[in-house]
């Protein structure tokens, strides 16, 4: 019982005799309770222990007084969750900056790894406004994404096709979070803001704002 927060010594003392004079207990019951009692005197059990011994010790208090409050209790936690839990999911497009993929930039995915577990990102509309600095996709007859990498052969960015597994590797390994709050990954934010990342199609070079322009000169 000392798991149970506030419980001085004596109330734990006259609960543990009031059950080793329960009637029915025979004599070696009660001795084996004695013994056990003092070996275990220094020990914390469970909550679910003791939740288990007032329903055999008490059932009328267990059910009229107990269980109701137990319920209710885990309802207000549950509903609690729940709103925390949506509230989470809910994403405001209006908040987020759809930004170039700009080659001269040496931002990169590690930058946004660095600041989430540095916790410098306020809001998940953030994190998605930076991966729009590092990534597109394309969906014709497969999905394909596009990622800005650095090419340590040619000492410079440029950008790499993945497939949407691999894309989903790498994306999934990184937690998306702020704030030490349910962590989601990148993945899920690209799947769910998907038309932030969506582009028509590449070409060289191309004003337009659905399609990914090679040039960047």
């Not at 040496?106 to 660095?114: G, K, P, S």
């Not at 990622?147 to 950008?159: A, I």
Request: with cysteine; hydrophobic share 35%; net charge neutral.
């Amino acid at each position: 019982m000392k798991a149970i927060a506030d419980v001085d010594l004596q109330w734990i003392n006259e609960a543990y005799n009031k059950i080793s004079q329960i009637q029915g207990l025979t004599i070696q019951a009660r001795s084996n309770f004695d013994r056990t009692r003092i070996r275990l005197a220094e020990r914390s059990c469970t909550p679910h222990y003791i939740e288990k011994l007032v329903r055999l010790t008490n059932e009328e208090y267990y059910n009229s007084e107990y269980l109701p409050t137990k319920v209710k209790s885990e309802d207000t936690k549950s509903q609690s969750s729940s709103k925390s839990q949506n509230d989470d999911d809910i994403i405001d497009l209006a908040k987020i900056t759809i930004n170039n993929i700009d080659f001269t930039d040496q931002f990169e995915l590690a930058d946004i790894q660095t600041q989430i577990s540095k916790g410098e990102y306020e809001c998940i509309e953030d994190i998605i406004s930076d991966m729009t600095k590092i990534m597109r996709y394309i969906h014709s007859d497969t999905v394909t994404f596009l990622f800005k990498q650095y090419d340590n052969l040619e000492k410079k960015y440029t950008f790499v096709w993945k497939s949407k597994s691999c894309a989903q590797d790498i994306l999934n390994k990184n937690p998306a979070h702020f704030n030490r709050k349910k962590s989601k990954t990148q993945w899920q934010l690209a799947i769910a803001c998907n038309q932030i990342f969506l582009i028509k199609k590449v070409e060289f070079k191309s004003d337009d704002t659905d399609v990914f322009s090679m040039f960047q000169g």
